[in-house]
């Protein structure tokens, strides 16, 4: 597809609901990878790290690795490690995001 270089897909009420498919969810993703569109996937979920995520969505039926899932704890650590490379950082989360934050230096 001419002037798409990729699709943003958001997880809760858009592929899923109550971690269950929506139908036609795993069809559009694949058609998308298809037609040769990268395709990522997006939440504000910070209880889950993006592997966990990928996992759940996969038992839902939708082909996705974690590296397709973008959450607030990876862009997160993305802002951090470009904007304040070494900053000790103390984490107050109600999940366990670590594996997501490579490269940050996290203190208790």
């Known amino acids: 597809m001419d002037g798409i270089d990729g699709i943003l897909l958001d997880i809760d009420g ?7 498919q929506i139908p036609g969810a795993a069809k559009t993703v694949r058609w998308l990878r298809d037609q040769g569109i990268p395709v990522r ?30 959450t607030a704890v990876v862009m997160t650590g993305s802002y951090l490690r470009s904007h304040h490379p070494g900053a000790k950082v103390f984490l107050v989360s109600d999940g366990d995001p670590t594996d997501d934050l490579p490269d940050v230096d996290l203190v208790e």
């Open 14 to 20: 858009v592929l899923v609901v109550s971690w269950e």
């Open 41 to 70: 996937l997006i939440t504000n979920t910070t209880t889950h790290s993006r592997h966990e995520l990928a996992k759940i969505v996969r038992a839902a039926g939708i082909d996705v690795a974690g590296e397709d899932v973008v």
